[in-house]
């Protein structure tokens, strides 16, 4: 059974810095790309950013271009998003989702957890 865990979210002020941790369990880490979304309240889940297996290439939504990263922990089993300027606009639930990178595009599987609330709130 396969189980995503995303931690690391909460309340910050404008400007200020998180680093969001997904671990998935149940599947071999290894053979997939990994994904953040975001779904703020009222709109629909939209991609963040994406990797690949070997965390060599990455796909970044032009909103968070420059202020978030990804990065991925295979012995871990783990992917991380860390942002940086973090902005009211990027107010959301972020979720993580295992799937196949392509060159400039992404595909989700149907793996999702329950998200992370991260809240950007002077």
């Known amino acids: 059974q396969v189980q995503v865990v995303e931690s690391g979210g909460g309340l910050v002020q404008p400007g200020g810095s998180l680093r969001l941790s997904c671990r998935v369990t149940?599947?071999?880490?290894?053979?997939?790309?990994m994904a953040w979304y975001r779904q703020a309240p009222g709109e629909q889940r939209a991609l963040v950013s994406a990797?690949?297996?070997?965390?060599?290439?990455?796909i970044t939504d032009d909103s968070v271009k420059g202020r978030f990263t990804i990065s991925r922990d295979d012995a871990k089993n783990t992917v991380y998003l860390q942002m940086t300027g973090l902005k009211p606009d990027d107010t959301a639930v972020y979720f993580c989702n295992p799937g196949t990178f392509f060159s400039k595009d992404w595909k989700s599987r149907n793996y999702w957890g329950q998200g992370t609330q991260v809240t950007v709130s002077p």
């Open positions: 149940g599947l071999v880490f290894t053979i997939y790309g």
């Open positions: 990797i690949n297996v070997d965390g060599t290439k990455n």
